[in-house]
């Protein structure tokens, strides 16, 4: 059993500074199958884990594309995180947030997506529970059947924060390719949760990619 006193602070913060540019419509604005958006219910899913200390990465300047998650769609009270620089991928997103934690006394993020429709609050918490073994590393969600790494599903330490920033200055600022020469633990999730929405296709796979859109 882990003291509830002793646990460590953990920022819970919603990734959703993509441009959406394979859909064509901010993504946090789709409608979610429980009726609420995909923005709303990823806020609650975190909050159900992290309470109110959560936050949302976006995009550095929203006017750059119409497909950008509009900052003031976001409830007043959640802190906003935005993009250093413009389009240099999910890396800055972590870096900007990994930043902010180190300042307001957090031992490290919980990323999650705005397009993982089907993830589960109970995901979380045993992610959660699971990085408190040993909250120096990070903790990564791997999708099995077919087996992969999820980079923005999971816990980054603070300390971290100097090696993400060497990813954001890099040539490629892949988290992924990072990953693979990094020490990091896995947390086991069906495929089927980690499914991952980035075209209306992957929305509705009834959707014809050659009709026009309205």
């Known amino acids: 059993m882990i003291d509830a006193a002793a646990e460590p602070r953990l920022l819970g913060v919603l990734l959703a500074g993509g441009l959406s540019s394979r859909m064509g ?31 949302v990465s976006i995009a550095a300047d929203e006017t750059d594309a ?8 976001l409830p007043a009270e959640i802190t906003r995180l935005r993009d250093a620089r413009p389009n240099l991928g ?50 990564l969600a791997r999708q099995s059947d077919p087996e992969r790494l999820q980079p923005l599903v999971g816990i980054y330490p603070v300390s971290d924060l100097d090696r993400i920033q060497s990813v954001v200055e890099s040539t490629h600022r892949s988290l992924y ?24 296709a992957d929305r509705d796979p009834s959707f014809d990619r050659n009709q026009p859109s309205e």
């Open 177 to 200: 390719r990072f990953l693979q020469s990094t020490d990091h633990r896995t947390f086991d999730l069906p495929a089927s949760r980690l499914r991952n929405v980035n075209t209306p």
């Open 66 to 73: 119409a497909s950008a998650l509009p900052s003031d769609i």
């Open 90 to 139: 999910p890396a800055m997103g972590v870096h900007v947030s990994l930043q902010h934690a180190a300042s307001n006394g957090y031992l490290g993020c919980l990323f999650t997506p705005v397009d993982l429709p089907d993830l589960l609050a109970d995901d979380l918490a045993s992610l959660i529970q699971t990085w408190r073994e040993q909250p120096t590393k990070i903790l």
């Open 25 to 55: 419509t901010p993504k946090g604005l789709l409608p979610h199958p429980n009726g609420d958006t995909y923005l709303a219910h990823s806020l609650q899913r975190l909050h159900s884990v992290c309470g109110e200390q959560i936050a």
